[in-house]
């Protein structure tokens, strides 16, 4: 019930864009992004309720296709302070309140 | 505000003992969720408590146990320890569930010799 991240890795120079997906074989009634950096926990960024919505803030976005239970995030300008680890997590709709965490993505901003 | 707190920060123990992880959430956070996170990987749900009421459960052996306080401090049990144990363990606090914004705490790393 683990979902499935793409890419697992990219490397960008500033000012790149990127689109880390996220897929589940399971009904989604949400889905949450979170960065992690090395040795620290992970960060909320954003959580999108079904009803295929799009969120962002900043420089990145999220969208949420509930149909095709995937999620996309896009980080659009990428700055330094935007390298760390990416993971969706999901909750099901009956999944019976257990949240999921994707398999990560590893995103390096490189000068 | 303090944010999730979680004590200790690293402990090491052998095979076949047990351990007690605790956890502090924010200050009106009344869930907390834990999670287990092997070095490479992203975090695996254990538990969530919610009003001192287990209210999901991941696919954890019976060693790992839980529960949460009056005042919403939560502490993770784990008996006979493995050396596949070994792992960062995750407290996160929320108002309500995992499906609310998580609130991390930084971490107890355990390791099992």
């Known amino acids: 019930q683990q979902p499935v991240q793409s890419p697992q890795a990219v490397i960008l120079r500033e000012g790149e864009d990127a689109v880390i997906n996220c897929s589940s074989s399971k009904a989604l009634y949400s889905v949450h992004w979170y960065r992690q950096k090395h040795g620290e926990a992970p960060v909320f960024l954003m959580i999108?309720?079904?009803?295929?919505e799009q969120k962002g803030h900043d420089k990145i976005s999220a969208s949420f296709n509930e149909k095709k239970q995937q999620s996309s995030l896009y980080l659009t300008a990428s700055q330094l302070s935007y390298s760390g680890t990416y993971f969706c997590g999901t909750e099901g709709v009956d999944t019976g309140n257990q949240f999921y965490f994707g398999t990560g993505t590893s995103l390096t901003v490189i000068p | 505000d303090a944010g999730v707190t979680q004590s200790p920060t690293h402990l090491i123990k052998t095979r076949g003992q047990q351990v007690t992880l605790r956890c502090s959430p924010i200050s009106g956070h009344k869930s907390v969720s834990w999670y287990q996170q092997v070095l490479g990987q992203g975090p695996q749900f254990i538990f969530q408590?919610?009003?001192?009421?287990?209210?999901g459960r991941g696919n954890f052996p019976d060693r790992f146990s839980a529960r949460q306080f009056p005042n919403y401090s939560s502490e993770l049990n784990v008996n006979a320890l493995l050396l596949g144990d070994s792992a960062l363990y995750l407290c996160?606090?929320?108002?309500?569930?995992?499906?609310?914004?998580?609130?991390f705490g930084p971490g107890t790393r355990l390791t099992v010799l």
């Open positions: 999108l309720l079904k009803g295929g």
């Open positions: 996160a606090s929320s108002l309500w569930g995992p499906n609310n914004e998580q609130f």
């Open positions: 408590y919610y009003e001192k009421e287990e209210r």
